[in-house]
């Protein structure tokens, strides 16, 4: 009771007027600048474009770019571990390296292709031009909000390719002195990425600020191309390189691979004043290279932009050139593969999308890239002799040639055929065709057919140039042409038979899910298939009878496949739709409510 009598009193609540509780509401939260409202808006566009969704989904693309930038790092450093750690093994320096030597060259790939997608989104596009100038928003403030953004994007992609491989190389490879490891690795990977992002932006810069947006167009693509090609190439080139790095680092070449003057910055920081003189050699290039582009990137990009925003206030004059080959070629396909108007709508209607939307063109450059790089990978061997170093063709390599180029080829077809794109527009097919039947799918398969029969035929052709018996062996020539003419078929068979949708009209599906589900015919079917491919090959060409053989076989397999389609296109085409209030599922058990 003493205790309870010593307690302090509760305190009362302050009585207030109304006009100084008035006074006292707390200011409603500060606006966001102009400013950063530009630099939010370019951020989004970088993830949210024509192929996306009118809704957008850009945090859920973001963090799949994320994921697929920091993963592979991350795999490789675990993978580190047993070389490390294992008992009675000790890795050697040059195996060390190499170790080094494969972070520094995926952040350089990394970076370069993430600058190559957002190739078209660098600079002011028409959106732009027709919508922000409109605006009351001054002109330097936009430049700078598009680069602070760019930078942004980099900067953060940078981290990501980076950060989780950091935080599992020093438990992987124990090394001696982790400080100094740490900052030879950031350094090292982080100028090597920086490097392959300012080179393309440079690179795109002054070529926009030499040629113009107009003549700029023209070697757009092709240019994109072959730098996706040739970074994938250096990427999946690694094991080759890795077994030969000793060698290669003699070599006076070694001084235009970008990726082996960052090697050198690495193993310099890292081993100090006892590295080797071709690490410090290597070093100091890399150093001034990284400052060059840099700057180039900076001194043109404001003559770039300016040129990029000219010539899309002023347009340019569409002149008709119509190719004189295209009418015979276009005559011969209306009476071939398209014979019905639907069916040359359909066809046409792919053609100029693919040709008109520069997100289809730049998926097709990715997937075109990778092909080749895994060609090239999988054919290139390095000879190394005491006093040279020469490239050679693997015969196993040509073998893979046309499995490659073929599954390549339709996949990529597939995926860009059902790429998530803003639907407002196939509201034509529907109210013209109705829902999309037999005949009108079929125009898709054998669009995607013809172009991987092409191909196929011409990498089969190339291999039998190549390999070093294919002039006096022709039963070689007939499997790697039934091969090509096989797979071609059989793949579009395989990837066509749930197709359900004319290309670029079906809805968009959920990304987050799909994304994972894409990854399963590149990583778990694709090596399944060529390895196939390849030991299937030298039984085939024993014998013209089993050429024969391998042929009825492939034409059976692709009967059934023909029948499964037409049987799944039929129940869908009876399937009622839904209603836009409706569920989807109970009309899939023929129930309606």
Same mark, same amino acid.
């Given at each position: 009771m003493p205790s309870a009598l010593r307690a302090p009193k509760q305190e009362r609540d302050e009585v207030l007027s109304l006009q100084v509780l008035a006074r006292s509401v707390s200011q409603e939260p500060e606006q966001p600048t102009q400013f950063a409202t530009l630099v939010r808006h370019f951020l989004e566009r970088f993830f949210n474009t024509e192929t996306s969704s009118a809704d957008g989904d850009a945090k859920t693309r973001l963090v799949q770019v994320a994921c697929a930038l920091g993963v592979p790092g991350l795999m490789i450093a675990m993978y580190l571990y047993p070389a490390y750690n294992m008992p009675h093994v000790v890795r050697s320096f040059w195996g060390q390296a190499s170790d080094h030597y494969f /972070?520094?060259?995926y952040a350089f790939v990394a970076m370069g292709i993430l600058t190559i997608f957002e190739w078209d989104l660098l600079f002011p596009d028409l959106l732009d031009v027709l919508v922000l100038s409109s605006l009351p928003v001054r002109g330097g403030r936009l430049f700078r909000a598009?680069?602070?953004?760019?930078? $942004? #994007? #980099?900067g953060a992609a940078l981290f990501d390719a980076n950060i989780l491989a950091t935080l599992v190389l020093p438990a992987a490879t124990n090394p001696p002195h982790l400080l100094r490891f740490l900052a030879a690795h950031w350094i090292a990977v982080g100028l090597? =990425? %920086?490097?392959?992002?300012a080179f393309f932006l440079a690179l795109e810069g002054t070529l926009l600020a030499l040629l113009g947006d107009r003549l700029f167009r023209k070697i757009s693509l092709w240019l994109q191309g072959v730098s996706v090609m040739a970074l994938l190439a250096s990427l999946f080139a690694f094991p080759v390189i890795a077994g030969a790095l000793h060698q290669l680092l003699q070599s006076r070449n070694s001084v235009w691979f970008p990726p082996f003057w960052f090697l050198g910055i690495y193993q310099r920081i890292l081993d100090g004043s006892s590295t080797q003189p071709a690490f410090a050699r290597l070093a100091r290039i890399g150093f001034s290279a990284t400052m060059a582009v840099t700057l180039m990137a900076a001194a043109t990009y404001p003559l770039a932009w300016w040129r990029r925003t000219r010539g899309l206030v002023e347009g340019a004059v569409r002149r008709d050139r119509r190719n004189p080959t295209v009418a015979p070629v276009d005559g011969m396909l209306h009476t071939t593969l398209a014979r019905t108007p639907a069916s040359r709508a359909i066809w046409h209607f792919i053609s100029q999308n693919l040709l008109r939307v520069p997100r289809y063109r730049m998926v097709l450059v990715m997937v075109g890239g990778a092909g080749a790089a895994l060609i090239f990978a999988s054919v290139a061997r390095l000879r190394v002799a005491p006093a040279s170093i020469r490239m050679v063709f693997s015969p196993y390599g040509l073998r893979a040639t046309v499995p490659i180029v073929a599954f %390549? @080829?339709?996949? =990529?077809l597939r995926s860009t055929f059902l790429a998530p794109a803003d639907q407002r527009g196939r509201w034509i097919f529907r109210v013209v065709l109705g829902k999309p039947g037999l005949a009108q799918l079929q125009t898709a398969k054998r669009w995607a057919l013809a172009w991987t029969l092409l191909l196929a035929l011409a990498a089969a052709a190339w291999a039998c140039v190549a390999y070093p018996a294919a002039m006096h062996n022709p039963r070689f020539v007939a499997c790697q042409a039934l091969t090509a003419i096989a797979l071609s078929v059989l793949m579009t068979d395989a990837f066509f038979l749930n197709v359900k @949708? $004319?290309?670029f009209t079906g809805v968009k599906p959920n990304s987050a899910t799909n994304f994972a589900l #894409?990854?399963?015919p590149y990583v778990g079917v694709f090596p399944a298939i060529v390895a196939f491919t390849l030991g299937l090959e030298p039984v085939i060409e024993a014998s /013209? @009878?089993? $050429?024969g053989m391998a042929a009825a076989i492939a034409c059976a397999v692709h009967l059934v496949l023909r029948q499964i389609h037409r049987s799944g296109i039929a129940d869908h085409v009876q399937l009622i739709e839904p209603d836009e209030d409706e569920e989807e599922f109970p009309l899939r058990l023929g129930l309606r409510y």
């Open positions: /972070f520094v060259v598009r680069v602070t953004a760019i930078v $942004i #994007l #980099l090597s =990425g %920086w490097f392959g992002a %390549w @080829t339709v996949a =990529g @949708t $004319i290309p #894409l990854l399963i /013209f @009878t089993n $050429i």
